[in-house]
């Protein structure tokens, strides 16, 4: 399976869990994601799929440092209801970095290495997507402010040419082009910008 080529200079995320080490599944306990592990997740490249990336990233240097953040001991937090627009997309982008999952996740073994309530949602209080280390019960929020890189302007044409059935063969294969520019550039011209993407600390 080929994906666009800018995918492969997409910084990747290493993270140690413990409970792939116990099982066997990572011997070393630390897994390593690629950015083409959440498109094959949510089965498409998106701004809100490189936006959930980029806040997980940004989120997990906030808390760790140089340290190597621990999966499956970071809890997630959402403004809004898991069905709202876009929230269970990046929801899903952020279980599969963090670990964290609903009432539906792992239940842990013996007590120990729970993944399940550590996202929630609908949660009022909290602005973009709050990331906590349970250990020391430090916190940030993640923003993200896509306008910051805007679409072609060939796309809004296009778009509209796809959706009514009226795009030819080169007409889809250019929106696709259009549509995954827009991606690169938020995920390899903008991933540090903090006018894009703005972490702060909470209680």
Same mark, same amino acid.
């Given at each position: ?8 200079? +997409?910084?990747? !995320? ?15 306990? +630390?897994? %390593?994601?690629?950015? #083409?592990?959440?498109? /094959?997740?949510?089965? $498409? ?6 936006? *959930?990336?980029?806040? *997980? ?10 340290? !190597? ?12 209801? %898991?069905?709202?627009? +876009? ?19 792992? @239940? ?8 399940? $309530? ?12 709050? !990331? ?14 896509? /306008? ?9 044409? !296009?778009?509209?040419? +796809? ?25 390899? %011209? $903008?991933?540090? #910008? ?5 972490? @702060?600390?909470?209680?």
């Amino acid at each position: 399976m080929a994906f666009p080529e800018f995918f492969n200079d +997409v910084p990747s !995320l290493r993270l140690r869990d413990p409970l792939a080490q116990l099982l066997g599944a990572a011997p070393d306990g +630390v897994m %390593e994601y690629r950015y #083409d592990d959440a498109v /094959r997740l949510a089965g $498409h490249s998106c701004p809100t799929v490189a936006g *959930a990336w980029l806040s *997980a990233r940004a989120g997990l240097r906030s808390l760790y440092g140089d340290e !190597l953040p621990e999966r499956g001991a970071i809890s997630v937090s959402m403004p809004d209801a %898991e069905d709202a627009g +876009v929230t269970g997309v990046i929801a899903q982008v952020m279980t599969l970095i963090t670990g964290a999952a609903g009432a539906s996740g792992f @239940k842990g073994l013996g007590g120990q290495y729970a993944r399940c $309530h550590l996202l929630q949602f609908s949660e009022t209080n909290v602005r973009g997507v709050r !990331l906590r280390r349970n250990d020391t019960r430090t916190a940030v929020e993640v923003e993200l402010d896509t /306008r910051r890189v805007p679409a072609d302007p060939r796309q809004q044409q !296009l778009i509209g040419l +796809v959706v009514q059935g009226r795009a030819d063969a080169a007409q889809r294969v250019e929106f696709g082009n259009v549509w995954q520019q827009r991606v690169r550039r938020l995920l390899l %011209e $903008h991933a540090d #910008d903090p006018a894009v993407i703005r972490v @702060k600390s909470v209680r």
